[in-house]
């Protein structure tokens, strides 16, 4: 088997808990072939600061690390990558910042990075970029020579054609992804986005099933859904940390039927409409107002982008409403905490919760839909309220599907998931479980890696390099 080589903005140890399920997944195939994981270190330095790899041996895996310039880090990852790709990727056309200066700094990075991997790199080793930070990463390793077979995975949604086109440069963008052997994507949504672009605004010739050529290049597209390491949650979820955060849930809410929500802060996860939701459903139901406390953790995210600061602004004053309005001396209907829970103790909050709430207004998957059905105890277990907007909704079908924007549908499934009978709850569990299990983060590596080791790259020319 050929070794792999991991590229992503940010590296996390593989033998951390607190890396999460991707990092474990990936880990498995890293450990296994004795792979490299290259990515930016996290440390801004001065630019005229030496800018060597530093490496660092994590068991057989070699971690790769560059710091970033301020000026590169702010033009990068600030400005194209979360200030452009991530709202226009989302739909958010209205909270992204065209700034013309940004794309400069993403180039900058992505060449940097393609420059400072090279020498490491084996001529039969297989390369997995990942995300949107790095579009043109094989681009720039092939204009550097680099021959071996690259693979791209998004894990952000990719927009319909009239929204991507409005990014200046989006041809730059699409026409960067045929560099790759294989493009892969959360949903088949997403892919049928990527045909309609590709054939319409690059008027590429569409071969066999998700294969187009263009450019002088051939590139095969396919939908890899990814999903979590069940076994691994399981094994948190039977930890000491969870089962004591399940105790403590269980004692301070023995009267309550608990609805949990657990999101990054960000704008894409639709909070501040899921608590005009939870509002309405307290307005409707005044029978069941003080049965039902809905925790929210909205961990710390990016919060130096100006758009984050809103966000938080908007939920914080909602919720205070909602406390405000509803609550009693011994009953306050919302639990806000702005703070990361260690991801050992998760488990225990989900398996405690009736309830969760996972509404973004767009999403590529959502792995937390799937951390909540994994940790329920599925004689008695708990309901999944879902958007149908989360790439997780194509595959979750047994979920309450709502529509995030529509207020009063959302508070009538709230108030649905809450009063379902004990059989239903089973019925619909063991079908969605199903799904995690067989699609779950081993599937989407093992799935990736086959198809893109046999991913025939056709070239025909070079015009493709002419980013
Ligand atoms: C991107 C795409 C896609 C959340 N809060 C805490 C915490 N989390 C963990 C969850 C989950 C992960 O973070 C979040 O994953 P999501 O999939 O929900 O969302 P994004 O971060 O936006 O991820 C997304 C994903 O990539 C994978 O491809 O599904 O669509 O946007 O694992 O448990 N973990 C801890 N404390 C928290 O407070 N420890």
Not at 148 to 170: D, K
Not at 301 to 325: K, P, Q
């Amino acid at each position: 088997m050929s070794r792999l080589v991991v590229v992503s903005n940010r590296i996390a140890d593989p033998r951390q808990t607190a890396a999460g399920g991707l990092a474990v997944a990936l880990a498995e195939v890293l450990n296994s072939t004795g792979g490299l994981w290259f990515g930016w270190s996290g440390k801004i330095v001065d630019a005229t600061e030496d800018d060597a790899v530093h490496v660092q041996q994590a068991g057989p895996v070699k971690l790769l690390m560059v710091d970033l310039s301020q000026v590169d880090h702010d033009a990068f990852y600030l400005g194209y990558s979360n200030g452009v790709l991530w709202p226009v990727f989302h739909y958010r056309l209205d909270l992204a910042d065209f700034d013309a200066g940004y794309i400069g700094g993403y180039r900058r990075v992505n060449q940097l990075f393609a420059r400072k991997l090279l020498p490491f790199l084996q001529p039969d080793d297989v390369i997995w970029v990942h995300d949107y930070h790095l579009i043109p990463l094989a681009a720039e390793l092939r204009a550097l020579g680099c021959k071996q077979r690259i693979g791209f995975f998004l894990h952000i949604p990719l927009p319909p054609p009239m929204i991507l086109a409005a990014i200046p440069g989006h041809d730059w963008l699409i026409r960067a992804l045929f560099a790759y052997d294989l493009v892969g994507f959360q949903s088949r949504q997403d892919l049928r986005h990527f045909g309609d672009y590709v054939e319409s605004e690059a008027k590429a010739q569409p071969l066999e099933e998700h294969r187009w050529r263009a450019f002088g290049r051939t590139v095969q597209a396919g939908a890899f859904p990814i999903g979590i390491d069940v076994q691994e949650f399981n094994e948190l979820a039977n930890g000491s940390d969870a089962l004591e955060m399940y105790e403590r849930m269980k004692r301070e809410y023995y009267r309550r039927k608990l609805l949990v929500g657990v999101d990054r802060l960000d704008y894409s996860k639709g909070l501040p409409q899921r608590m005009r939701a939870f509002r309405e459903f307290l307005t409707k139901n005044p029978d069941l107002r003080s049965s039902a406390t809905l925790i929210q953790i909205a961990s710390p995210s990016r919060e130096n982008v100006s758009a984050y600061t809103d966000i938080l602004h908007e939920l914080e004053s909602l919720c205070g409403s909602i406390n405000g309005n509803f609550g009693d001396l011994d009953w306050m209907p919302v639990r806000y905490i702005h703070r990361t829970v260690a991801r050992a103790r998760l488990p225990g909050l989900y398996r405690a919760s009736r309830v969760a709430l996972v509404t973004p207004l767009r999403d590529g998957m959502n792995l937390v839909a799937k951390e909540f059905l994994a940790a329920q105890d599925e004689e008695d277990p708990g309901v999944l309220v879902l958007s149908r907007f989360a790439g997780a909704a194509e595959q979750l079908k047994e979920a309450l599907l709502v529509n995030p924007y529509d207020t009063e549908g959302t508070a009538a499934a709230i108030q649905l998931a809450l009063q379902m009978p004990l059989e239903e709850r089973r019925h619909r569990h063991q079908a969605l479980m199903r799904s995690v299990r067989q699609f779950d983060v081993h599937w989407w590596c093992e799935s990736f890696l086959e198809a893109l080791g046999q991913a025939q790259a056709e070239e025909k020319g070079t015009s493709w390099l002419r980013l």
